[in-house]
């Protein structure tokens, strides 16, 4: 069986303190759930309260993004170990808002997934098809480039250990849901490319939705089967929505 994730992404939300006040409201709200992996990816900002306020707790934090040289003169880049050092467990790659806005291509994405498993952080790799991508009817071979050239070079045990995350970027803070149905295609059709390429490591592969996930329509995403968690925008700055989507209420 595979646990499922619930990550929030906060994108560029949320000062260190406002992200302090979030968790504190939120941990005694999801502070019984079982069986679950739930992750909050806040700015690198505050990254260093929420290790400090998610101590003890079963909330673990991510970045939403890194480099991936060890070190060096990239000014303004942060480097796996410092996402370490700062408690880090998860990364998230390869977001659309990345790949739009800054140029990340897939050799990239796949660049920084070998680094953030060497670094031992857990890659949440993002892959989706446009509107006009879809419109054409492309959905499947766009996803298909992505996930193939994102994770090159990987082994089935390392594969086995990253998390997917389809997220159609026409459903990424758009109030737009990909249909339970629809997503349950992508997800299943990314499986059976995993499959092909490693076999048995692709049932161990978490494959996560993405795309104005809240808490109405959690419950029936939860209920398609390649579908193992989500990764969630807007409803993930209020711990009261969020924890709503944690508990698949
Ligand atoms: C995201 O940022 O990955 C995302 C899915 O955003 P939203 O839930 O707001 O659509």
């Known amino acids: 069986m595979r646990t499922p994730v619930l990550a929030g992404n906060w994108k560029m939300y949320m000062t260190p303190e406002e992200g302090r006040q979030m968790v504190q409201a939120l941990i005694p709200l999801v ?3 079982q069986e679950r992996e739930i992750v909050l990816c806040p700015p690198y900002t505050s990254l260093a309260a929420l290790a400090e306020a998610l101590k ?3 909330i673990a934090s991510g ?3 890194m480099h991936p ?3 060096g003169a990239y000014t303004g880049e942060v480097a796996p170990g410092m996402l370490k050092a700062l408690n880090c467990k998860y990364v998230i790659l390869g977001h659309s808002e990345r790949r739009q806005y800054f140029g990340e291509t897939d050799a990239m994405v796949a660049e920084k997934v070998k680094a953030a498993l060497a670094a031992n952080l857990i890659p949440i790799v993002c892959v989706g098809e446009t509107l006009a991508q879809r419109e054409q009817g492309i959905t499947e071979p766009v996803v298909d480039i992505q996930v193939r050239l994102g994770l090159a070079g990987l082994s089935p045990e390392e594969l086995a250990g990253i998390i997917i995350a389809y997220e159609p970027v026409w459903a990424i803070g758009t109030g737009k ?3 339970s149905a629809d997503a349950q295609k992508v997800c299943r059709f990314i499986r059976s490319v ?3 390429w ?3 490591a692709a049932k161990k592969v978490r494959i996560l939705y993405g795309g104005s996930v809240k808490p ?3 419950r029936e995403l939860m209920e398609q089967p390649d579908i193992d968690g989500a990764l969630v925008g807007g409803a993930s700055l209020k711990a009261d929505s969020f924890a709503r989507i944690v508990r698949f209420e």
């Open 177 to 179: 849901t990909a249909s």
């Open 56 to 58: 003890g707790t079963n």
């Open 216 to 218: 109405d329509n959690i």
């Open 31 to 33: 502070a019984d759930c």
């Open 198 to 200: 490693h076999g048995d």
């Open 63 to 65: 970045a939403q993004n």
């Open 194 to 196: 995993l499959s092909s």
């Open 69 to 71: 040289a060890k070190e």
